[in-house]
């Protein structure tokens, strides 16, 4: 877990010294209010104001790679170039995912078949929720796609109506919800990211384990200036290639 987090100990930042090192009494205080979350009254205001803003300004800088990548899909793969997937997002609720479609319309049924017979797979499955070489991905732009992770544009969208926010914990399937445990409150006491602690801190590489600690980490620490910080890096990250595709 030390090595994911070097991003943020070169930080210069107290804050991010261990993503181990929570605060023990303000932790059993907010799960005795039945709020996991660190974020204020008012900081939940302002990150829902930020996030409108930020959705909207990116729409509109993105709109014409956005028409592009569209267009593309539809014209070369014959498909839709929107996929929407269910994920589970603020107190527990339902919401369709967006992204640019990157696998093949079957995907699903295909990595049923892949987990069934090749237990190789199945185990990097179970402990990533990812494969390393997906057979499923379109060819072409869909590496492309998810290697520079313009795949999740659309979710901006998704920050736009309310879904997600900017910055926040990956949004999860409703079977991945176990792997949470005790944890699972946590999750739902914010929306889920576009990015966040773990995306930026070794997302490809770590295990799932890890990553629940990581989001657990971020929810239990929230405040408007380390989501400012986790979402400038992420632009360093994007511009400079370091940022890898999600799940």
Same mark, same amino acid.
């Given at each position: =877990? ?25 932790? +059993? ?17 302002? *990150?829902?104001? $930020?996030?409108?803003?930020? &959705? ?55 990595? !049923? *078949? ?12 179970? #402990? ?8 499923? $991905? ?9 290697? &520079? ?5 659309? +979710? ?20 991945? =919800? ?21 995306? $930026? ?20 620490? !929230? ?8 979402? =400038?890096? #992420? ?13």
């Amino acid at each position: =877990m030390k090595s994911k987090i070097e991003l943020f100990r070169n930080s210069g930042d107290a804050q991010f010294a261990d993503f181990n090192a929570f605060d023990v009494e303000n932790r +059993q205080l907010r799960l005795a209010q039945n709020t996991p979350c660190a974020f204020s009254a008012v900081d939940r205001v302002a *990150k829902r104001v $930020i996030d409108i803003v930020l &959705s909207i300004l990116m729409l509109l800088f993105f709109a014409p790679i956005f028409v592009t990548i569209s267009v593309y899909i539809l014209v070369v793969y014959k498909i839709s170039p929107i996929f929407c997937h269910t994920r589970i997002g603020l107190h527990g609720k339902r919401f369709g995912c967006y992204k640019f479609r990157t696998m093949v319309p079957d995907a699903d049924a295909q990595l !049923a *078949k892949l987990l069934a017979s090749d237990t190789n797979l199945r185990d990097e499955w179970m #402990t990533t929720r990812k494969l390393t070489n997906d057979p499923r $991905i379109l060819p072409g732009i869909g590496k492309i796609l998810r290697k &520079s992770s313009l795949d999740e544009l659309p +979710q901006v969208l998704n920050v736009l109506f309310g879904h997600m926010s900017m910055v926040g914990p990956r949004p999860v399937t409703e079977g991945e =919800m176990i792997k949470y445990g005790s944890f699972a409150q946590h999750y739902v006491s914010v929306r889920p990211g576009i990015t966040g602690a773990w995306q $930026i801190g070794g997302r490809s590489g770590t295990s799932y384990a890890d990553r629940v600690s990581i989001d657990v980490w971020y929810v239990e620490n !929230a405040n408007i200036r380390l989501d400012l910080q986790i979402f =400038m890096k #992420t632009i360093c990250s994007f511009c400079s290639g370091r940022l890898s595709g999600g799940v």
